[in-house]
């Protein structure tokens, strides 16, 4: 009996070793599993980075551990691409070529298995403190570990982005120059094979002086809900809100720099994409303009354009960003490709596009303006080069704008004054005396706006003027009447 149980237990211990034997074994498999996913993640992170075109990400090591890895990747920018052309042009004595940041992310691969929903891997990014390619202006600025971006990727392929950035404030030894940012934080969250981007991010002030320059920007509010679909082009809604924008430069200098203040900035997006076909939309809101001395409460103006094919917009996309990426002249590089660009957009027209101002509003201290637009092709032109009578019959649409008669006066004053300018300085002479010129300028708005409400171009509605516009089969008729017949002089029906 005794040897019997004394048999049973060993073969209970031989059992026992063994499965822990295939545990451990099992458990080294995943592991080693876990481990090499989490560096194709990350490697795969890193290509889609550079498939934008802004960055050039180089990892220059990576540490591949059972638990746990560790992975030092170099940032530079690429000068090349067409969208940092404008601010490296813009400052060419900058050593753009020489940035870097070099950033240290450690990576936890052994998820929690008490947890359902916690992520696979654990990326925790931040700016690697010891490394000497770091940028030098960086180091002053801020210390590294201002920085953090932590990412969380989960088993069902979503991932979760947290950014972090604390308050920054730098001030310069050698000049007046200064920074100070209250700092900036956001999470994304990603799925759909890392398609599909929701997020919203916040940010502090930031003010930033240099010389005689001053750049100030109240809290920001960003937010996204979208996805990068067919040939890259994101589908899906954007909103930015920024409290307050004001600037400020030397008066009187070349550039004729001027305080500007914006109280209050507002501006959101949506792209859709239905049958190959693009829609996009934009609306953006001023409040509390005050440019030289100059105050607008309000400016709105709200566009759509729909119709685009997207594979031909795709196509010319990315001729315009070949131009603009010519290092030495986008002029010249536009003209040799042109062969090639004007056939690009006659594909966009085969969509028969359709643009629309769904919203223009002017608020002012002289009055209000109104305005909307509705314009679609209905015919491709054979070449580029019509005459514009073409467009008469290509197109249709309709238009109204509402003006106050004040506003219109003040409007009308500038351009005449303008347009009088011009008129002496062509021919050579000095400009009249200011008590002449303004009789000059105010008789002509005078004579201009009474032969327009004469002739039935602008209708008086109380204190505004109105004008509606149509263009149908060729015709173009204002406030119901052909324009021929209004520039003529007959009634019309």
């Known amino acids: 009996m005794e040897r019997r149980w004394s048999k049973g237990m060993g073969n209970v211990m031989k059992t026992i070793l063994i499965s822990g034997v295939l545990l451990i074994g099992a458990g080294a498999v995943f592991l080693f599993w876990s481990a090499g996913n989490a560096q194709n993640s990350y490697e795969q992170s890193v290509a889609e980075v550079n498939n934008m075109g802004v960055f050039i990400l180089e990892t220059t090591a990576y540490d591949r551990e059972l638990l746990s890895s560790a992975a030092t990747t170099v940032v530079s920018l690429n000068t090349g691409n067409p969208q940092l052309q404008t601010m490296v042009q813009s400052d060419p004595d900058f050593p753009w070529d020489e940035f870097q940041l070099v950033l240290e992310s450690d990576i936890q691969h052994l998820p929690d298995l008490f947890v359902a929903d916690a992520p696979v891997f654990n990326i925790a990014t931040r700016l690697d403190e010891q490394d000497s390619r770091q940028a030098e202006w960086v180091r002053e600025i801020a210390e590294l570990d201002a920085l953090r971006l932590n990412t969380l990727v989960r088993m069902d392929g979503t991932a979760t982005v947290i950014l972090e950035v604390d308050p920054i404030s730098y001030q310069s030894e050698q000049d007046d120059s200064s920074i100070e940012w209250g700092g900036l934080s956001g999470t994304f969250d990603i799925s759909d094979e890392l398609e599909h981007i929701k997020g919203d991010m916040r940010g502090s002030g930031l003010s930033a002086q240099a010389d005689s320059l001053l750049l100030e920007i109240g809290d920001l509010h960003y937010r996204l809900d979208g996805r990068f679909g067919s040939h890259d082009f994101y589908t899906g809604n954007q909103s930015l809100v920024i409290e307050g924008i004001r600037f400020s430069g030397p008066a009187g200098d070349a550039a004729e720099i001027q305080d500007m203040v914006v109280g209050r900035v507002a501006m959101r997006g949506e792209a859709r994409e239905q049958d190959a076909l693009l829609s996009v939309s934009s609306n953006v809101e001023l409040i509390d303009i005050e440019v030289a001395d100059q105050r607008v409460p309000r400016f709105q103006i709200g566009m759509a354009v729909d119709n ?15 131009i603009n990426s010519d290092p030495v002249d986008p002029i010249q590089n536009s003209g040799a490709m042109q062969p090639q660009i004007i056939p690009a957009v006659r594909k966009v027209l085969t969509g028969q596009p359709r643009i629309r101002i769904e919203e223009l509003a002017l608020d ?26 073409f467009w008469l019959t290509a197109l249709q649409g309709k238009a109204r704008v509402r003006v106050s008669e004040p506003l219109l006066i003040q409007l009308a004053t500038t351009g005449a004054r303008a347009g009088l300018s011009s008129q002496y300085e062509a021919m050579g002479q000095e400009l009249p005396p200011d008590e002449e010129m303004n009789a000059a300028v105010d008789e002509m708005v005078r004579s201009q706006l009474e032969s327009l409400e004469i002739q039935g171009m602008l209708l008086r509605v109380g204190n505004s ?8 089969e060729g015709e173009l008729q204002v406030n119901g009447k052909s324009l021929q017949t209004l520039l003529s002089g007959g009634t019309g029906q």
Request: charged share 30%.
């Open 308 to 322: 685009l094919p997207m594979e031909p917009l795709a196509e010319l996309r990315d001729m315009m960003q070949k």
């Open 364 to 389: 002012t201290g002289a009055g209000e303006l109104h305005g909307e637009l509705d314009l679609q092709l209905l015919e491709l032109p054979p070449d580029m080069d019509v005459p514009p009578q």
């Open 465 to 472: 003027f109105r004008a509606d516009l149509s263009l149908e």
